[in-house]
């Protein structure tokens, strides 16, 4: 049994490893940098006596993912879960500004999302099994002034998901997609907001249960379905005089 | 970028002084430098678990990192025992990896919600401190991030003047990013214990004198009671049982839902505990046990942890907080005097527990010494209890004792200066380190051990 983390130096992305790691999984803790997924590599080895392996991938990498990703599968054996939570929210008046920052951010949310989708996707229909899970975002579900670019990079893997799923289904292939509201991280921190924000711990374990039970697309916190809902709601013509967030 | 700096309320466990206050939560090591980095001129503090009691973990004015999510569990060393971890690694983290393995941390305190980090900077002690020394005695190197920005690697051979200034130096010395040492052997999750009763004081130190034979001891002891019965209580001493215990030897799931049964926070009031009921309770815990001894197995949380299963208990002291005194002290006469004085104020202390150290003594900020200390809960009575506290100095000091600088949220720099003579020469130390004072909590500016008041 074996579980793939893209993003796993995230504290969703260590949380969903040590979910799955006391549960019996050997892990693959992809990140960026080495050192800090060594580390979380060595605790989950030491905590839950699993094999915790570390794949060096930079999202925008898109030409190394596929040799970086079967050759990493050919030592860990099948993949039973496969979950992306890397993302870069970037600055929006940053990517307004300077052409490259905006593809930057969609490059990591969406371009390079897509590439280790697809690579994992071949591997999981030759096992006939396995489950992607793509962490995607609210931000996603409807344009915002303040976070557009990033929203519709979320937005667009959201859509790529969707087809994702339709095409994986016939071959015994789950593939959820994860909207996460506010979550305690390093993205939130300074975020004041009378919402209250989930664990990492918290969202991990109704991560996991959602791919337990074959779910297609959930809400974290489940809340967070009602707002989207009634946001989505809005005309258009109304929806674009307001000012939300 | 999202901002890593956000407003926070921040106090010690016992809630006096709470203040609002720009903070960090680091991930990962790097963000602790990328904290110091970007602190905007202002003076910084670690904050693990936030289990010392009064100002040592925060600063009003400056930035505080929390450093709780340095969680990870770097190396372990099968045949030594010897491990690696992260500094915001707990005394939980730890026992819940490796008890099942056989192995415990070599000191805890008396609770296991501490991290790594603070239970190095606080150099904590435990029940076994006249076998095992204290917590800094099993430290065998740590990484620490300094003022310059760097961070270096200290032990007794490398950088010895950090690594000894940063045992017990209450975090001033930079932010412990890592530490090795090792744990201790164990067969299982038992202790092998006895309770006995004790009538007073002189009883206590005739039990504690034949106790030589237990790694493990301290007592309970009634501080409500004076006269004939006044030090009354019950001397717990125990060690790890040999015995690996009837079923599963550790089974987390069970402990992590005792401990999720209880919640003080829904009691929180200031009227609960009062002279009267803490008086009710203390009757009530030394007439519990009937018999003069008893010997028992128990398991090591009930042990070494009983109050961990009342979470937030600190919330029991209502919105106007608690403090606590504790202090050590090398001859008998001044507890005497100590528990004269307290029983005489009137102000009852909650829980009160009194052990003898052993001869072990770190030196610099570290607390423990030869003698016996004794810690009392105080509900916050503001200034006649702080006139009481005063009152308390004057006998530890004169008797040449000290007050842990953990507990500590109102003892003045000169009694500090009086209490801990080696402080002038830890002060060299800090300000080799950390010559412009980037790292300053509120407790160190008010002993003077940093913000460059040399007075």
């Known amino acids: 049994m074996s579980a793939w983390i893209f ?39 030491l905590r839950f006596r699993v094999r915790a392996h570390v794949l060096v991938l930079d999202a925008t990498d898109i030409d190394g ?45 969406y371009t390079g999302a897509v590439s280790i989708c697809e690579t994992l996707a071949a591997l999981m229909i030759e096992q006939g099994s396995g489950n992607i899970i793509g962490v995607s975002s609210v931000a996603g579900d409807r344009g915002r002034a303040s976070n557009y670019i990033y929203g519709s990079a979320k937005g667009a893997f959201t859509l790529y998901l969707q087809g994702l799923r339709n095409r994986l289904h016939e071959h015994g292939v789950g593939v959820l997609t994860v909207k996460l509201g506010f979550v305690d ?61 | 970028m999202t901002d890593i700096w956000a407003e926070r309320e921040v106090s ?44 040592a973990a925060m600063m009003r004015g400056g930035r505080v990192v929390f450093t709780r999510r340095l969680d990870r569990m770097l190396a372990f060393d099968e045949a030594s025992g010897v491990v690696r971890v992260e500094a915001g690694v707990s005394v939980e983290d730890l026992i819940l990896a490796f008890l099942p393995r056989g192995f415990f941390p070599p000191v805890v305190p008396g609770t296991w919600f501490v991290t790594v980090g603070g239970a190095i900077a606080a150099d904590i002690h435990g029940k076994n401190h006249h076998v095992a020394g204290s917590f800094g005695d099993h430290v065998r190197a740590i990484d620490i991030l300094v003022a310059s920005g760097d961070v270096v690697h200290a032990s007794r051979d490398e950088n010895a003047d950090l690594f000894a200034a940063t045992i017990g130096g209450m975090g001033l010395t930079g932010v412990i990013l890592s530490a090795e040492f090792a744990m201790e052997r164990v067969a299982g999750p038992l202790i092998d214990m006895e309770s006995i009763k004790f009538e007073n004081l002189d009883e206590y130190f005739a039990v504690n004198a034949e106790s030589d034979a237990f790694s493990h001891t301290v007592s309970w002891i009634d501080c409500t009671t004076r006269g004939d019965a006044m030090g009354r209580g019950i001397y717990m001493r125990g060690r790890h049982s040999s015995v690996l215990g009837a079923g599963d030897p550790f089974d987390a799931g069970v402990v992590d839902d005792a401990m999720k049964l209880v919640n003080a926070r829904p009691f929180e009031a200031n009227w609960l505990l009062n002279g009267l009921s803490i008086r009710a309770f203390n009757t009530a815990y030394f007439n519990k046990q009937l018999k003069k001894r008893v010997a028992a197995q128990a398991h090591f949380k009930s042990f070494f942890f009983p109050l961990d299963s009342v979470r937030g208990w ?13 202090m050590v002290v090398p001859d008998r006469e001044a507890v005497r005097e100590v528990l004269t004085e307290i029983t005489g104020a009137g102000m009852a202390s909650f829980l009160a527990v009194i052990k003898d150290f052993g001869a ?96």
């Open chain 2, 12 to 55: 010690g466990w016992g809630r006096v002084p709470r203040a609002t206050m720009l903070c960090a939560r680091a991930d990962h090591p790097r963000d602790v430098a990328a904290a110091l980095a970007a602190r905007g001129g202002e003076p910084m503090i670690a904050h693990g678990l936030g289990r010392s009691y009064g100002d």
């Open chain 1, 185 to 245: 991280t390093r993205m939130t921190w300074a975020l004041q907001s009378g919402l209250p924000k989930a664990t990492p711990e918290a969202s991990a374990a109704a991560i996991a249960a959602a791919v337990e039970r074959g779910e297609n697309v959930m809400y974290y916190p489940r809340f967070w379905a009602g707002i989207m809902g009634i946001i989505r709601a809005i005309p258009e013509p109304i929806y674009k005089r307001l000012k939300i967030g």
């Open chain 1, 65 to 109: 993912h596929e040799a970086a990703i079967l050759a990493m599968a050919a030592s860990s054996g099948a993949i039973d879960h496969a979950a992306l939570v890397f993302g870069d929210m970037g600055d929006q008046e940053g990517s307004q500004a300077d052409s490259a920052a905006a593809a930057h951010v969609i490059n990591v949310n």
């Open chain 1, 7 to 45: 993003g796993a130096t995230s504290r969703v992305g260590e949380a969903l490893a040590r979910h799955w790691a006391q549960r019996g999984y050997d892990i693959v803790l992809s990140a960026r940098r080495r050192e800090e997924a060594e580390a979380i590599a060595s605790d989950i080895a």
């Open chain 2, 360 to 455: 072990t003594c770190n030196g610099g900020l570290s607390f423990p010494r030869p003698g016996t200390t004794l810690a009392l809960d105080f509900p916050n009575h503001g200034a006649p209890l702080l006139a009481l506290m005063e009152r308390l100095d004057r006998i530890v000091a004169t008797a040449g004792g000290r007050v842990y600088l953990a507990k500590d949220a109102r003892m003045s720099r000169d009694t500090f200066r009086e209490m801990y003579p080696d402080w002038e020469a830890w002060r060299d130390v800090k300000e080799r380190w950390d010559p412009n004072h980037h790292f300053q909590s509120e407790q160190g500016l008010r002993l003077g051990l940093c913000g460059g008041a040399s007075s």
């Open chain 2, 314 to 326: 600190n919330h029991l002291y209502g919105d106007r907080g608690f403090m606590q005194y504790q």
